[in-house]
């Protein structure tokens, strides 16, 4: 481990955490960061980007992934400061109104993914399972409060534990043990009355990504059922390949969610590394992947995008 300064446990800073044992890399460890980051803002921009420009691509599943699109581009804005400002050796303090506020978006916008991928799994239920109806259930009206309603759940149901880390008295070491700031450890350095905040914490996740993701598998049941009664093996597989980027997206976000929250509780024994990489797959996987996974599995963002960039290639079946 790193030799930390002391820090006044009444002091409001807090010190991030980078790679223990691997601060001497630092300059090593910044240019892949700083790519991956580059990859991420530039990825997510290029998919809204493309689908803000291309009138054929104004339709339900593409405004799902604009959101998506989104809500990744934030999550990489919401951290990159802190990840590479300690790569870069500008800072490892931060001042706990700072925190609280990255752990409000962290939070947030973790579960705004989680229910935009359930809303992209309720598009693709509709568009297999009722396609007549499609245009008339997913209407832009009813996308907008959709994409309303996800936002009011995510940041208005997360205020009332988040406001509480204002008050609360941090009598341990004001080290954290991630280079961003998350909800979880802010309560380990807490010495108040954090019971609210856990049991609520609990009930929230319980409430929205556990549920999320059960009626993220419903509705593929209903879709699978709904694919094998097709006859012709030729729509089935065409059906189906509708389905593999959100599927894909879908593994891709809760995947290192259950990884992280099985460190965080039963890993306790294990190196501060393993917590850290944890972390940082959390934040920064998703937002990552996602664009690259819509980009070669959508053929239509894909026949775009090669577009843009090659401007004089025909693109064919688009």
């Known amino acids: 481990m790193p030799a930390f300064p002391a820090y006044d446990t009444n002091s409001s800073t807090f010190l991030l955490t980078g790679f223990p044992g691997l601060e001497q890399e630092y300059p090593w460890l910044s240019i892949p960061f700083s790519r991956i980051y580059a990859m991420v803002l530039s990825g997510n921009c290029l998919?809204?980007?493309?689908?803000?420009?291309?009138?054929?691509?104004?339709?339900?599943?593409?405004?799902?992934?604009?959101?998506?699109?989104l809500t990744?581009?934030?999550?990489?804005?919401?951290t990159v400061h802190t990840v590479l400002g300690i790569l870069w050796g500008l800072s490892?303090?931060?001042?706990?109104?700072?925190?609280?506020?990255?752990?409000?978006?962290?939070?947030?916008?973790?579960?705004?993914?989680?229910?935009?991928?359930l809303a992209m799994a309720f598009d693709r239920f509709t568009a297999i399972c009722n396609p007549l109806r499609y245009t008339s259930i997913l209407t832009s009206a009813r996308i907008?409060?959709?994409?309303?309603?996800?936002?009011?759940r995510s940041f208005v149901f997360i205020m009332a534990p988040i406001i509480r880390l204002k008050f609360f008295h941090y009598?341990?070491?004001?080290?954290?043990?991630?280079?961003?700031?998350l909800h979880q450890d802010?309560?380990?350095?807490?010495?108040?009355?954090i019971r609210f905040n856990s049991f609520y914490a609990l009930a929230l996740v319980i409430c929205t990504l556990l549920f999320d993701s059960m009626l993220i598998i419903v509705s593929y049941i209903l879709i699978l059922h709904s694919v094998l009664a097709i006859a012709s093996r030729e729509e089935r597989l065409k059906s189906l390949q509708t389905c593999v980027s959100h599927i894909c997206a879908v593994m891709v976000f809760?995947?290192?969610?259950?990884?992280?929250?099985?460190?965080?509780?039963?890993?306790?024994?294990?190196?501060?590394?393993?917590?850290?990489?944890?972390?940082?797959?959390?934040?920064?996987?998703?937002?990552?992947?996602?664009?690259?996974?819509y980009s070669v599995k959508t053929q239509q963002i894909r026949g775009r995008i090669q577009n843009l960039f090659l401007p004089n290639k025909k693109i064919s079946g688009n």
Not at 47 to 69: C, D, G, K, N, W
């Open 171 to 181: 009598c341990h070491s004001h080290i954290l043990s991630h280079s961003f700031c």
């Open 47 to 69: 998919v809204l980007h493309v689908i803000r420009t291309e009138p054929s691509l104004h339709q339900p599943m593409f405004y799902f992934l604009a959101m998506l699109a």
């Open 186 to 193: 802010l309560l380990r350095l807490a010495c108040s009355d």
């Open 92 to 117: 490892q303090e931060v001042s706990l109104d700072a925190c609280i506020a990255q752990t409000y978006f962290i939070h947030g916008l973790s579960l705004t993914e989680s229910g935009v991928l």
């Open 144 to 152: 907008t409060k959709i994409g309303l309603g996800i936002l009011v």
């Open 254 to 293: 809760y995947i290192p969610i259950i990884g992280l929250t099985m460190v965080h509780r039963f890993g306790k024994h294990l190196s501060p590394m393993v917590h850290v990489l944890m972390g940082n797959i959390y934040i920064i996987f998703p937002p990552l992947m996602n664009p690259i996974i």
């Open 72 to 78: 990744d581009l934030c999550m990489g804005l919401s």
